[in-house]
């Protein structure tokens, strides 16, 4: 059975017509908006004093009733004039009008005599007001979700969305134009208290002070608002439903619905208007690549914002190759070749160096002095004032100083990032790349101490930013999980590399991280997976990388520094003597002096990765000592490098049997190794680390510092792998080898190949095995080892 709604005619307001035939002043203005119950209260207010109720666009004298004139503007009526004849003789005038509506005529009554306001907030119903004249719950729903408003009276009694819906858009919205509409449904989006905008007139004033208690009008605000905003967009004001939403800092909606109605070339100019480049840093980046992607190619031919707008969300999705066809296909071969583009009297744009500049942040390329000093005179063109891009440009700065490894160079480049970046008011997202960069610095050097709080400030600005960046969580959780790797905890790193790294991989990285993301994920694998996974996991790069062939060498390094971890000095050597800068530099060529003047990033790790297969071969050579001590004094050789190279040089000492020189050398490297809190190196190098540390002599005397206790430590819980727990629990390396192989499914023919010995070796290695696992076959022998946590 269907409710009789409640007709609000019928709740009489006894106080408000009291205060209108009460006026002393002889005006009363009931100024609200529609449904605010102006036309009803009046009417009981001419009731009371015996009159009628005038409605016309201008009252005439004969409708004053014994000095009584009520007047009930029509809707219609933008302006409205009291007559001075008509104002003469009217001793009480009450006027209902909406406040978008100018009354004139009366400055002369007000002046002299006053008047009273009953405003919108004084309309609407109030539990105390209607007091125990309706049912509870209909009380209650009108208060709470109508917002206490007279036209919804019958509502409260028997709710009715779609009639909620109809009458809001009918009443409330009629009057507004697309702009303030377009205004409005942005509020409607996340309603706050107290909006200050043209658009608030038109509704309760209780709604919009507590938006969140009034559900089911937002509801129907929402409804009447989108059905009003789809009516524009079929008609010609679509142009300036958009320019609303780019007023409003909504540029990509406002692209989005321009591109939806053909209106290619406005939305154009909206992207130019929001900074183009810089807009996929205050955007979601899946909703910027999926409205940029849109525009056609005779616009990406055309209008250079547009092109850098989509080759940037290109390199965001790590698609770099597609960028250099693209940037080839419209601007010129010439625009791949650096120096060109940056130099002096280029054909090109300042967009387009910009961007040029953008693209050598992503390119593995370790810039020349020639190639800075290009960067220092495009820098004398860049627009005085416009921080940002000075923030960029020091952004790109500290990158290349990373790959150059000048540590300060970059530091002070990234102070000088963050001085713009305050200038303008912070950027959270680009702050957070300048941190994380930081981050990568000092654990790249070997100094986790200082990548510490670095880390931290990185992970308060990304938490500032207020669109979804998942890519960039990725990044942090990778550093995150680095620094937690050097505190003796690698479970995080392997988790990564579980959960993220794919998906890390295939984004866009610069180069600096990618190289810094090989280095630990590949140690991660080293240590925590079976050796048959761990040239996978290498190729697995490669293909990722297959666009940046400059990090073909990295790679390959850490292929090498697997095989030396398993005791394949050849197969390391192989691998390295495969890469032409190998072949370019001999051995012999490897003089001290030669090591001591390296400059570049790749030739000091290549060098480092040849030496340390020297120093682990049986005969490293007369050389080797000099070698690794020049080296180790090369200024771009990083603290951790460093580290590294003293445990090299105590191993080298102890396989001459010079103790002292021994326990010289490694006392420095953990006393380094301690202060800087990179304990991930001693994990690293457990190959040469490990029979030091079994040596009593050497080990009793490291003990007696406390520091040096306390590093042992962590250095120790950092190694309880399971094949660390398998060489704890009496297997030798060459056992503990064969059982990840064998858990691996690997046959003897294939073991054999893999340790290059003879297939007969492998069986009696594997009896061996067997006999201290208690097992007479593979599988009784896998079962037992993951028994006792070595697998």
């Known amino acids: ?472 969580f990725r990044m942090l959780r990778l550093v995150e999980a680095a620094l937690a790797y050097e505190e003796g905890q690698p479970q995080k790193l392997v988790a990564f590399l579980q959960q993220d790294f794919d998906a890390f991989a295939r984004a866009e990285i610069w180069p600096s991280l990618f190289h810094f993301a090989i280095q630990y994920s590949s140690q991660a694998v080293m240590d925590h997976y079976p050796a048959s996974i761990r040239p996978r996991f290498l190729d697995g790069l490669w293909l990722h990388l297959a666009e940046r062939m400059d990090l073909l060498q990295t790679i390959q390094i850490r292929t090498a520094t697997a095989y030396q971890n398993e005791g394949r000095i050849g197969d390391a050597e192989t691998a390295l003597q495969n890469l032409r800068a190998t072949q370019a530099t001999p051995a012999e060529a490897m003089t001290p002096d030669w090591l001591c003047a390296l400059q570049e990033r790749d030739q000091i790790t290549l060098a480092t990765a040849r030496l340390r297969c020297a120093v682990q071969h049986p005969a490293p050579g007369p050389q080797i000592d000099r070698q690794v001590a020049a080296l180790e004094s090369n200024p771009k050789a990083t603290l951790r490098e460093s580290v590294a190279l003293k445990i090299w040089r105590a191993h080298l000492a102890h396989k001459r049997r010079d103790t002292a020189a021994a326990r010289s050398h490694l006392h420095s490297a953990l006393i380094s190794a301690s202060r800087l809190g990179c304990f991930g190196v001693l994990s690293e190098q457990r190959i040469f680390l490990a029979p030091l540390l079994r040596e009593a002599r050497i080990r009793q005397h490291l003990e007696t510092s406390p520091d040096i206790r306390a590093t042992l430590a962590i250095y120790a819980g950092s190694i309880s792998t399971p094949k660390a727990k398998a060489r704890a629990g009496g297997l030798t390396e060459r056992e503990a080898q064969l059982l990840q192989l064998i858990a691996s499914g690997n046959p003897n023919k294939r073991i054999a190949q893999t340790l290059n010995i003879a297939e007969p070796t492998v069986k009696f290695h594997l009896s061996r095995l067997y006999a201290k696992l208690g097992a007479k076959k593979r599988g009784e022998a896998i079962q037992s080892a993951h028994a006792l946590g070595w697998l």
């Open 1 to 472: 059975m269907t409710k009789t709604p409640l007709p609000s005619a019928r709740l009489l307001r006894p106080r408000l017509v009291d205060r209108i035939v009460s006026d002393p002043t002889g005006s009363v203005f009931l100024r609200a908006p529609a449904g605010a119950g102006k036309s009803v209260l009046m009417q009981q207010a001419a009731e009371r004093v015996g009159a009628a109720v005038c409605a016309l666009h201008a009252p005439r004298p004969s409708d004053v009733q014994d000095g009584w004139l009520f007047w009930d503007v029509p809707s219609s009526a933008r302006t409205a004039r009291l007559s001075a004849q008509v104002a003469d003789t009217v001793a009480h005038l009450v006027i209902a009008h909406r406040p978008s509506q100018k009354i004139t005529g009366l400055a002369r009554r007000v002046l002299h005599g006053g008047a009273q306001t009953i405003d919108a907030r004084a309309l609407s119903f109030s539990a105390e007001e209607i007091d125990t004249r309706l049912p509870a719950p209909v009380i209650r729903r009108l208060i709470e979700q109508y917002a206490g408003w007279p036209a919804f009276l019958p509502l409260a009694d028997t709710a009715d969305h779609e009639l909620a819906a109809a009458y809001v858009g009918e009443t409330f919205l009629s009057q507004l134009s697309p702009a303030p509409t377009t205004r409005l449904s942005l509020w409607l989006e996340a309603p706050a208290p107290d909006p200050e905008d043209d658009w608030c007139d038109a509704l309760p004033p209780f709604l919009l002070a507590a938006p969140d208690t009034q559900a089911e009008l937002i509801a129907a605000l929402r409804s009447a608002t989108a059905a009003r905003l789809e009516g524009f967009s079929k008609s010609a004001a679509v142009t300036e439903v958009a320019t609303a939403l780019e007023a409003a800092h909504h540029p990509l909606a406002a692209m989005q619905l321009l591109l939806d109605h053909g209106h290619e070339a406005h939305a154009a100019q909206i992207l130019a208007h929001s900074r183009g480049l810089e807009l996929i840093y205050e955007s979601n980046l899946d909703e910027f690549s999926r409205i940029i992607l849109r525009f056609s190619q005779e616009t990406v031919a055309t209008n250079e914002t547009v092109l850098f707008a989509i080759t940037r969300t290109l390199m965001k999705q790590g698609e770099f190759q597609r960028v250099r066809q693209l940037v080839a296909k419209h601007l010129g071969s010439d625009y791949l070749d650096p120096l060109k583009v940056l130099s002096r009297g280029t054909r090109f744009s300042f967009a387009a160096r910009r961007f040029r500049l953008n693209m050598m942040i992503s390119e593995d390329m370790t810039p020349s002095d020639a190639m800075l000093q290009r960067l220092g005179e495009f820098m004398a063109d860049y627009p005085v004032g416009d921080d940002q891009k000075w923030a960029a440009f020091y952004n790109a700065l500290l990158e290349f100083e990373i790959r150059r490894r000048n540590f300060r160079e970059a530091e002070a480049a990234a102070a000088r990032a963050l001085i713009y970046f305050r200038k303008i008011g912070g950027h959270p997202l680009l702050e957070f790349f300048i941190h994380l960069h930081l981050t990568v610095l000092h654990l790249t050097n070997g100094d986790a101490r200082m990548a510490r709080p670095a880390a931290r400030t990185a992970r308060e600005r990304l938490h500032s930013v207020t669109h979804p960046v998942e890519q960039e």
